[in-house]
T-cell receptor, first 112, second 112 residues
């Protein structure tokens, strides 16, 4: 069976510090991978998606970036965090050609 | 751009009641619609996925319907239990393989 992992589970960072959130998927190959952010009162917003290694599409202009160095690894990064980057970050995967999307446990990021 | 709306935003019912959660979307050209459950501070759990060619899907006490032409879906929960308390999210896939467009969710509280 497939599982999706995210770490860390929670993170408190000062403004201006760098960020690296990691997501890995097990039990499948060549998945589509997604990063979403859930902010209070705003619903889930797609940040990035990837259909393959090194292929990243950005949905929202921001100071965040994403990378996919391996087939089942998706990383969300920032060089300098802003207060507005606080939120709940969710990674998701979907098999190419299939419809159902599955989510990880999330990372709660607080920027102070 | 696809807009997804969920009504009501919050709902409180006594245990044992049957209830309906509503989801509407502005663009009827969808591939599928997915209902998720989110417990506080947790990731999303997929409940049901309805393909655009389907009218409904059932899983246990849950039944989801889809009326694509009118841009509506409902999630019916039979014989509600306190363990059903969570936020329920509706998501529409308008561009298969890429982003899900999410509603802001219905926060459900089932009281003993």
């Amino acid at each position: 069976s497939q599982t999706i992992h995210q770490w860390p589970a929670t993170l408190v960072q000062p403004v201006g510090s760098p960020l690296s959130l990691e997501c890995t998927v097990e039990g499948t190959s060549n998945p589509n991978l997604y990063w979403y952010r859930q902010a209070a009162g705003r619903g889930l917003q797609l940040l990035f998606y990837s259909v393959g290694i090194g292929q990243i599409s950005s949905e929202v202009p921001q100071n965040l970036s994403a990378s996919r160095p391996q087939d089942r690894q998706f990383i969300l990064s920032s060089k300098k965090l802003l207060l507005s980057d606080s939120g709940f970050y969710l990674c998701a995967w979907r098999l190419q050609g299939w419809n159902e999307q599955f989510f990880g446990p999330g990372t709660r990021l607080t920027v102070l | 751009k696809q807009e997804v709306t969920q009504i009501p935003a919050a709902l409180s019912v006594p245990e044992g009641e049957n209830l309906v959660l509503n989801c509407s979307f502005t663009d009827s050209a969808i591939y599928n619609l997915q209902w998720f459950r989110q417990d506080p501070g947790k990731g999303l759990t997929s409940l049901l996925l309805i393909q655009s060619s389907q009218r409904e899907q059932t899983s246990g006490r849950l039944n989801a319907s889809l009326d694509k032409s009118s841009g509506r879906s409902t999630l019916y929960i039979a014989a509600s239990q306190p363990g059903d308390s969570a936020t329920y999210l509706c998501a529409v896939d308008s561009n298969s393989g890429y982003a899900l467009n999410f509603g802001k969710g219905t926060s459900l509280l089932v009281t003993p």
